[in-house]
């Protein structure tokens, strides 16, 4: 849990230290994917709550997530197909669900 | 415990998390506050044109209070003699001569775009007055407040006198500002030329522009003594 906390923790200070933002026509992809990061996080430490944990599943589910629902995304502005919308939806209830396994697990575990 | 294996990967993944989080964080913060700050800026102009205004109207209200009464009369008759076109105006300003196209017209197209129309005279001189000339004249004909521009036949008619190209359009206003709004991209210059309608405008120091020279009546209305319209 320590090495989550730190690595947060230097992430921010480099995008604190870095100079650049988001250009605002890319901000609607970047939103995704950050949303994609945070669903797989919260599934990474349900999996570990639940047991099944695998370092090699969550590496590439985290990458390949974020990038494909930023693709996705991008892919639908181009044909007109408000996709972005979809993908919040997606992840925000799935990152819901899995809070809330981790809050029970949590709460049957003390 | 399971998530001791992965440490070292989770660590790499809340770095990425956390780094991609304030890049997010700071892009909003910077849509937030570019928008207040263009409205700051847009408010001051403003501020300052009304400034700027108000001490123009300032200096004119001193102006005419210190004049006698003759001599007040007498600007507010040298004003509306300038203002109705009675009496001729020189001053810097530009000459502007617009001709038919020299260009052979092409099989399909219509061969009215290649001539100069009342539309595009009308245009150039909205253009005019729009970056602030203060009098007009098409072919010796001074632009009054009832002066119109309109087709008449292969002539176009100025002040009920035809005219026909070439088009002299002469206006007095400060030369760099007319001058560029009638060559600003996009504008009546750039759209004529298409047509290769022959547009060219020619600032100079003095230019000289004509009275009206005929006699305005008004035989249907009279002046009204009523500030507001009264149902």
């Given at each position: 849990m320590i090495y989550a906390v730190v690595g947060l923790l230097i992430g921010g200070a480099l995008g604190f230290l870095v100079p650049f933002g988001i250009p605002a026509g890319y901000s609607s992809l970047f939103s995704v994917a950050l949303m994609a990061c945070m669903d797989s996080v919260f599934g990474g430490i349900k999996a570990a709550c639940s047991g099944t944990f695998d370092d090699k599943i969550f590496i590439s589910g985290f990458f390949t997530n974020s990038l494909m629902a930023a693709f996705l995304v991008y892919v639908g502005d181009r044909l007109g197909i408000d996709l972005y919308y979809v993908a919040l939806l997606a992840f925000g209830l799935r990152i819901f669900n899995n809070l809330g396994f981790i809050r029970q697990h949590l709460l049957k575990k003390h | 415990m399971q998530l001791e294996k992965g440490r070292l990967s989770i660590a790499c993944v809340c770095m990425v998390l956390g780094f991609m989080l304030v890049i997010q964080f700071k892009s909003t913060e910077d849509i937030r506050a570019s928008q207040p700050s263009q409205r700051v800026e847009e408010l001051a102009a403003r501020l300052h044109q009304a400034e700027a205004e108000n001490k123009e109207l300032e200096a004119e209200i001193r102006d005419l209070r210190g004049m006698s009464g003759d001599a007040k009369s007498e600007k507010i008759t040298d004003d509306i003699m300038m203002i109705s076109g009675m009496t001729p105006l020189e001053g810097p300003g530009v000459i502007i001569t617009i001709d038919d196209s020299a260009k052979k017209a092409k099989?399909?197209?219509?061969?009215?775009?290649y001539l100069v129309h009342d539309e595009d005279i009308l245009k150039v001189v909205n253009e005019l007055r729009a970056a602030g000339a203060e009098a007009l004249s098409i072919n010796g004909q001074r632009l009054t407040a009832n002066s119109e521009i309109r087709c008449a036949g292969p002539t176009i008619s100025v002040n009920n006198v035809r005219s026909a190209p070439p088009f002299e359009i002469r206006a007095i206003g400060d030369k760099d500002n007319l001058v560029n709004s009638i060559n600003m991209r996009g504008g009546v210059a750039d759209s004529l030329k298409v047509w290769g309608i022959n547009l060219t405008i020619q600032p100079l120091d003095n230019v000289w522009i004509p009275a009206y020279k005929a006699t305005t009546k008004y035989k249907l209305a009279t002046t009204s003594s009523k500030e507001e319209e009264t149902k």
């Open positions: - | 099989m399909e197209n219509d061969p009215n775009l």
